[in-house]
């Protein structure tokens, strides 16, 4: 991507369309990450949306010294930090076991059983990560859900390879203790490969 950068600098195409060619190449994975980070689809697109501004805000700043999907990610989640920060007393993922299940019960009846199993899964699983500290669940959201790698996100956190390894070693534990006994689509949880 960086070189579709250079070239339309050369090129003398304007940050509009410059941006929007890094919208088309990296919203889809922002967004998903945003989610993951933050558990609530809308707060996920204003982050997405915040983190394209603060892309075009900053584009001239950007020198390629990381890959330019390192530094969207960045920026992504410093916003969702942000959000974190402002609605961290009334945000989903730190609602009531209460509150959790009559979340579940709303869920449409119509739907095919196999598709609210999935969709009850993933709603265990990213309570479950909602759960962990900060620290640990954005190394996750980064390995896992927007596939970087130790060293990709050591840069982007600005925190040393061997904590980056370590932090993801000591989600899956936490991970896997909290999940201890939970049957994801009708398998217990210790043969998830944890």
């Known amino acids: 991507m960086l070189e579709f950068m250079e070239m339309d600098r050369k090129d003398g ?5 410059i941006i929007a060619g890094l919208y088309r190449e990296y919203a889809t994975g922002i967004l998903r990450m945003c989610y993951l980070y933050l558990g609530d689809y809308q707060l996920a697109e204003d982050a997405m949306q ?5 892309v075009f805000r900053n584009y001239g700043k950007f020198h390629g010294e990381s890959e330019v999907k390192t530094w969207i ?3 992504a989640i410093n916003c969702c930090k942000d959000f974190l ?4 007393t009334k945000h989903p993922l730190f609602m009531t076991d209460e509150e959790f299940e009559a979340q579940l019960e709303e869920k449409p009846g119509s739907r095919e059983k196999s598709a609210y199993s999935m969709a009850e899964d993933r709603m265990v699983l990213s309570r ?3 759960r962990i500290e900060d620290k640990y669940r954005e190394v996750v959201v980064l390995f ?3 596939e970087l790698s130790t060293k990709e996100i050591a840069q982007i956190i ?4 061997t904590t980056v390894e370590f932090r993801l070693k000591k989600a899956r534990e936490i991970l896997k203790n909290d999940l201890r006994g939970v ?3 009708g398998k217990l949880e210790e043969s998830a490969g944890y």
């Open 183 to 185: 049957v994801f689509d």
């Open 73 to 75: 990610t960045r920026i």
């Open 158 to 161: 600005n925190i040393p390879r």
């Open 128 to 130: 479950a990560i909602g």
């Open 85 to 88: 920060e402002e609605l961290k």
């Open 13 to 17: 195409l304007n940050y509009e369309e």
């Open 50 to 54: 915040e983190t394209f501004v603060k």
């Open 144 to 146: 896992y859900y927007q």
